[in-house]
């Protein structure tokens, strides 16, 4: 197949961002940076350069032309959502404006994904890769006749505002050697692979568009949180009964847990000092409980909740300030990584960095704040993230997500029959674990409310729901369901709960058995849709290569999930900016106007996907969306 490489070559416009050598597409919209110029090979091995030497409005209209010339072609760029950002910045001065056309309308792929669809099949630990395009020339493409030129320019010391002919060398040495590089990869990657990889490909755009919506901060908001998350700590170390610097302090803190109160040491540190984690001190809780020490377990739970608050007021509070003053638009940014784990799900980098060669030196600015691990009970930290102006934002929730991909790949007959009646999951475990009709057991739970014995036994089967799809045994999840989900369960309960569970789902423990030994044949497990990840450890760390081989499957489904979730709202839904990945949900801005129809539409159309289409077969179970809308992240998680 013909195909196009492309790459663009950044450059500071303003002082003060000289400095920054991995400058923000969004910088140009703030008139800080520029493309300076931009690179495209072409199939009979020609390159056009288009240089930015002139005026700005000549060079975006040149642009425009230039990505005219290559709808519905191939083009490939490594690192694509960089790329693509910036020439969305470039060519759509609004924030909120409708990406453009001479974008839609190219076939975008990324051969830095490309290699990690390879490397993440073929090559274990391949999370340590490197996968910059020096690397990877230099691991693929080492007899390559221009490589030691691509290497020579690559390790030349240039700053980033530096307009010198070395960005012009750059660009062209960066889409020849892209083009061999892809070419390589293309005769190594499985066909199998093909769907997935074309699913993510299609996800590129509005990835990169996300980038450069962001997250608007309610700053009278967060001026008002930071005083009363100060005032909430200072009385629960009263309600502790211990001082307050205490709890920014974990050595004066193990002192006084484990050698004034006695109580045990759960884990430690390399260094051998007793660890002051939450984890660790939910465990230490969760040992008082079970030994009566109700007073001790209280005040540890007051330790833990300002434990909780200093780090909302450090890693959130103080950070979202930082990333303010570094953005200086009232927005924070994530710039986010396709395949950022092995699983294949999204992470997002919240800083960048300069290197000053003359000090040695390397500098790092804040530009946003860690999402996925703000805790699940801190809304008023959601609460003063918001949309930009004039959207809200549309949650899609995929509905009880891992449990169904389960029911899937298992064939669990049991599970797979509770899916598709649309019973309560959750209760049907709950009444297996004390061996009641599901509809009796339903009924009864109605009849008494809010809480109860019935309520308390739904809530045993959620936790084996969502523990035990990957081989749990019955003390982790006893600690497990205390340090994750604050419900005390026995030892013996847990084992209970664990046996019932495989009991009446008999095809989950079978899965564990198959998925296991196939993973030791073919040395790699295989998700829906093609992606592959390697496996090899399996003297050395048996037990967690295995719980791999287990999990990999169900979480990469889910990633795989997600990302036809995008694909979909994007071909279907223009007026839905992609947003963000967290968790099992997908977050889209809409606008205000209107917004009930457009989340309706899209409600339609995440419910209504073919997945025969991507993964090959029928699913025998509907894998449906919840859907939520609202002015800040707190009205929708």
Not at 365 to 373: E, M, N, S
Not at 392 to 408: K, N, T
Request: overall charge negative; proline content about 4%.
């Amino acid at each position: 197949m013909e195909f196009y490489t492309l790459d663009i070559e950044t450059a500071a416009t303003d002082k003060s961002m000289v400095e920054h050598a991995g400058l923000e597409p969004w910088r140009y919209r703030q008139g800080k940076a520029k493309i300076t110029s931009i690179s495209v090979h072409s199939p009979d091995g020609t390159v056009t350069q288009l240089l930015n030497d002139s005026s700005e409005e000549d060079f975006v209209e040149k642009t425009r032309s230039l990505l005219s010339s290559l709808e519905n072609k191939v083009v490939y760029a490594h690192f694509a959502v960089f790329d693509i950002a910036w020439l969305i910045a470039m060519l759509q001065p609004n924030k909120v404006g409708a990406i453009p056309g001479e974008i839609r309308n190219i076939n975008w792929r990324c051969s830095q994904l490309l290699a990690k669809w390879l490397c993440n099949g073929q090559v274990a630990d391949s999370s340590k890769f490197s996968y910059s395009l020096a690397n990877l020339v230099g691991t693929f493409l080492k007899d390559h006749p221009m490589v030691e030129s691509f290497v020579a320019m690559k390790n030349r010391s240039v700053s980033a505002g530096d307009t010198s002919g070395y960005w012009e060398e750059r660009g062209e040495l960066d889409v020849i050697m892209t083009d061999a590089l892809v070419k390589f990869l293309l005769t190594k990657v499985p066909v199998e692979m093909r769907t997935g990889l074309l699913t993510e490909f299609g996800c590129l755009v509005p990835v990169a568009n996300s980038w450069l919506l962001g997250i608007r901060i309610d700053l009278a908001a967060l001026d008002r949180l930071q005083p009363k998350l100060l005032k909430r700590k200072t009385e629960l170390a009263l309600a502790a009964g211990v001082d307050e610097s205490i709890l920014s302090s974990p050595k004066q803190l193990a002192t006084l847990l484990f050698e004034t109160w006695g109580l045990p040491v759960h884990s430690r540190t390399p260094k051998g000092a007793p660890q002051c984690s939450r984890d660790a001190l939910k465990w230490v809780q969760y040992k008082a409980m079970n030994n009566g020490l109700n007073d001790i377990a209280d005040r540890l739970g007051c330790i833990l909740e300002a434990k909780t608050i200093t780090t909302l007021l450090s890693k959130y509070v103080k950070t979202t300030y930082e990333a303010l003053e570094h953005t200086g638009d009232g927005y924070i940014y994530g710039a986010p990584r396709i395949f950022g784990t092995y699983t294949g799900r999204f992470t997002y980098s919240n800083s960048t960095s300069s290197y000053d060669s003359v000090e040695d030196s390397r500098a790092r600015w804040k530009t946003g704040i860690a999402l996925h691990q703000i805790p699940r009970n801190a809304k008023e930290i959601r609460s003063i993230l918001l949309p930009p102006e004039g959207l809200m934002i549309y949650e899609a929730d995929a509905s009880g997500q891992e449990s169904r991909l389960m029911a899937i790949r298992s064939n669990d007959q049991q599970m797979l029959k509770v899916f598709s009646d649309g019973l309560n999951f959750h209760s049907m475990t709950g009444a297996s674990l004390i061996g009641m009709d599901y509809y009796d057991f339903e009924e009864a739970r109605e009849l008494e409310g809010d809480s109860g014995y019935y309520t308390e036994q739904r809530q045993l089967g959620k936790l084996a729901n969502l523990s035990c799809n990957y081989r749990i045994g019955g003390k982790s999840l006893s600690e497990k369901s205390f340090v994750n989900y604050d419900t005390y369960m026995s030892v013996d309960t847990g084992k209970y709960v664990v046996s019932t569970f495989c009991r009446t789902y008999p095809g989950v423990p079978n899965y564990w058995e198959d998925v296991v030994w196939e993973a030791k044949e073919k040395g790699y497990v295989e998700v829906f849709g093609g992606r592959r990840y390697k496996l090899s450890k399996w003297k050395e760390e048996r037990w967690g290569t295995e719980s791999s081989a287990i999990n990999v499957p169900i979480q990469g489904a889910g990633a795989s999930m997600k990302e036809i979730a995008i694909f979909e709202t994007y071909k279907k839904n223009p007026q839905a900016l992609f947003s963000l990945d967290l968790h099992d949900a997908n977050f889209f801005y809409v606008p205000i106007e209107g917004h009930e129809e457009i989340c309706a539409e899209i409600d339609n159309t995440l419910n209504n996907i073919d997945y025969t289409d991507y993964w090959g077969f029928k699913i025998p179970i509907p894998l449906p969306y919840e859907s939520k809308f609202g002015t800040t992240f707190a009205d929708v998680k």
